[in-house]
């Protein structure tokens, strides 16, 4: 059971970081800089190129390099994420711990098993003494997949597209092509206040929101489900949140609702934004929309036809990719013009849970395929 992976994995959980959005500032468990040190160190021992890039204050990327012996003719990225979410009993679950065939605590799904399967396979690969002839390999651990993903964000804007990128996340060992995006948009409906024994002298907000909330929940839902995409199903809309009015004797004068809206690749803010005042124009509601988020969360479509997405297929065994309804680094790696996938040990249904764990079946695996997968480059 206490394989070199299965050790790393350990090392990785009892070295906390947790994303500061999600801990009160100053907690001396934020912060990725401790497991960029351990990468560092990791990887430094075996030869390897070791370098960080400053995205915010303390956070850092951390990158590794296995150069080839040749002329660099390709460049492949291994893209797993360094920071955790929280969680009431953290303590514990930073303890890591082996039992019936699983690791358990705190990150081992998401994304510490990809950390520890994709440095593994790495690392056995610049032992072994030989490496591909023409192509360089990266580490790039990222800071901050789970909040607004600045690492990836700020790596994708600061260096040139690469030939592919695997984006590390529990995948179950298949291969992703391809998920959805996030749109996330406030409207604000306006009226006019006046007192709640003479209504008629004002114009009810939140009467016109519940008009509003009527529409996105029926006829535009209905008009989302009609289009699909091979591998992600229908868009989706979701009003989550309202507001409006103070007290029962005011007419309200304002009242607003968060909207979260599931893309398809080829949606965009701008055409969700475009349906939905079309939508409203024709059912003579008015709304005016506000911004709630801005980083942008693109849907990620990569041609599963691509000759290095076919040889990480063939190295996982995997015939077909799939999709997944989760976002993550691959989209802003993608925007900027890497071909992006995301593949790796675990579930994805273990991840963000008060017991996560991952299988060591699955863990040992996911390094096999990847050193598979690095072993046939040229
Ligand atoms: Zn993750």
Partial sequence: MQTPTVRLLRDLIATPSVNPAFLPEGDPRTGEHRMAEHVQSAARAAGLDVATETVSGRRCNVLVRLSPPGKVQH???????????????????????????????????????????????????????????????????????????????????????????????????????????????????????????????????????????????????????????????????????????TQPNIVPDSCTIDVDRRTLPGESEASVRRELRDLLRSAGVQAAFEPLRLAPCDPLETNPDLVWVQRLCRAAGRRRTVGVHFFCDAAPLAKAGTPSVVFGPGDIAQAHTAEEWISITSLERGADILERFLRTLP
């Fill in 75 to 245: 460049r492949i990225l291994l893209g797993p994420h360094l920071d955790t979410v929280g969680f009431p009993n953290l303590e514990s679950q930073l303890v890591p711990k082996v039992r019936d065939g699983r690791v358990v605590g705190r990150g081992a799904c998401d994304t510490k098993g990809c950390v520890a399967a994709m440095l593994s396979a790495l690392l056995r690969v610049a032992r072994s003494g030989t490496r591909p002839a023409h192509t360089e390999i990266q580490f790039v651990g990222f800071v901050d997949e789970e909040n607004e993903q600045l690492g990836s964000r700020y790596h994708a804007t600061h260096h040139n597209p690469v030939d592919l990128a695997i984006v590390g996340e529990p995948t179950r060992l298949q291969v992703v092509t391809a998920h959805k995006g996030d749109v996330w948009l406030r409207l604000r409906t306006t009226g006019r206040s006046a007192h709640g024994a003479t209504p008629h002298l004002g114009r009810n907000a939140v009467h016109r929101m519940g008009r509003v909330v009527d529409l996105l929940e029926t006829t535009y839902r209905k008009q989302l489900s009609k289009r699909s995409h091979p591998l992600l199903g229908s868009p989706t809309i979701n009003v989550g949140a309202i507001r409006g009015g």
